[in-house]
């Protein structure tokens, strides 16, 4: 049976694969005083539009001008990783199908399979561009991110040594400085001002393809992926390709309203999925690394999920809209003021949150020890409830999951369960309640989505705390009507609509 290569998001940054694994420690910082001078794109934000800029014009856009003021304001962005004889292919994720490995090393700006003993160096490929006449330069964290050695060559082929003012990979932005004065700069827009069908040009260095233009139209806006939670990314059909992470995307005003970080694609190449990072996020950012090096977050503590049809109607939401509460940390915010699984967050501070992944970019950008008003709907009614964002507590390490242990029988929702051992509770951090799942049949409970290895923690607004209660629970349940059913899967709590039919 012939594969076929799946569609995968990945970041756009070109690898010359010269060497074996890559390993080494991140280059981030804590700022040097004086190394950063001020400047208006980091003095505030959002930037408004310059008086000085053209206004739009009617019609098909030209982008002769903005090329010409710009190009020489987007930089070419070099690395050099050293990796040791013994270093394994970090950062790669597990299980990848026949090819894809190739993909991934690509688009990651990682070396090629080790073929010999030694030290080996990889080289990876980006774009950036200058916000200083000082040098000042923003691109991707991952452009950067573990380099020995960033070389920025300039529009007149004069090649400098950069050094990394601060890296975050959460929101994928670096800040990078080069010891040089005189620099032409990219003039900054209010990403917030873009619209759906706005034209957008790219200036980068695709396959190394210097100040390569591409233009398109945005097709998206507030995109959330997998791997940025804090970041609602422009979707756009502008023509972006390994080595043009890290490059500018102007509006057609010539002002800079993104960084372009990923795309979609089943061929490692582009297909018409671009995302960029707005740059009202990345300023915000860049001022914080130029600050401190580090960038300080929102916190709620919550886990947090996207209600379907099926969920909504279990909560007696008429509409599917809202981030639904799994889980809350007891330590966090939201414990502290009172919300609880099965809460539905409608708005945060007045901002309408019509899915799961609106939240987390409102909540990180919110600074810590600010209060907020959220709507909550619980109990099938609306209510306004208070409290002070906390700032993001660093990643810990992860929960292990359960292991499987006696059958029970499978009852009416056609799954086996069994009692949580003193071992798992400690893994799993569950003190009380709960039943571990170790099988399921199709039936009610598969239909639902629950897996092996989950562990039912409630059914409705019933706790369960063993395979008995959780059959008469069950046995109880009305047909055809929704239920929101609350597992854990993994260090994650999320509702399933499970629904019995007749």
Known sequence: MRYQVPLVLVAVTAA?????????????????????????????????????APEAQPGLPNFKAIIKRNQASVVNISTTQKADEGAGMSGLPEGLPPGMEELFRQFRGMPGPRSGP?????????????????????????????????IVKLADNSEKRAKVIGLDKASD??????????????QV???????????????????GLEHTATQGIVSALGR??????????????VAVNPGNSGGPLFNTRGEVVGINSQIYSRSGGYMGLSFAIPINTATSVARQLAATGSVQRGWLGVGIQTLNGDL??????????????GQVDKTGPASKAGLKPGD????????????????????GETRPGTEVALTVWRDKKSREIKL?????????????????????????????????????????????????????????????????????LQVGDQLVSSPQELAGLAGKLPKGQPIPLLIQRNEGRIFLPLTITG
């Open 118 to 150: 030694g030290p080996r160096e990889g080289n990876s490929l980006g774009s950036g561009f200058i916000i200083s006449a000082d040098g000042e330069i923003l691109t991707n964290a991952h452009v950067v991110d573990g380099a020995d050695e960033i």
């Open 312 to 325: 909504a109607k279990s909560f007696g939401l008429d509409t599917p809209a809202g981030a639904l509460i």
């Open 388 to 456: 002070t964002v906390a700032q993001l507590k660093p990643a810990e390490g992860e929960v292990v999951a359960a292991t499987e242990k006696e059958d029970q029988k499978p009852g009416i929702l056609n799954v086996q369960v069994a009692a949580l051992t003193a071992e798992q509770r400690q893994q799993t951090g569950i003190e009380t309640g709960g039943v571990l799942v170790v099988g399921v049949s199709a039936g009610p409970a598969a239909r639902a989505g629950v897996n092996a290895g989950d562990i039912i």
């Open 16 to 52: 010359l694969m010269l060497g074996s694994a890559l390993s080494g420690p991140a280059v981030s910082g804590p700022a040097e005083p004086g190394t950063v001078s001020a400047n208006p794109v980091l003095a505030a934000a959002p930037v408004t539009a310059p008086t000085q």
């Open 173 to 186: 932005v670096a800040l990078l400085k080069i010891d040089a004065t005189g620099l032409p700069v990219v």
């Open 224 to 237: 959330s992926l997998p791997d940025g939670n804090y970041v609602p990314f422009i979707q756009t059909d």
């Open 189 to 207: 827009g209010d990403s917030s001002q873009l619209e759906v069908g706005d034209w957008v040009l790219a200036i980068g260095s695709p396959f």
């Open 344 to 363: 539905v967050i409608l708005a945060f501070n007045g901002v309408p949150i019509g899915q799961s992944a609106d939240l987390p970019p409102l909540v």
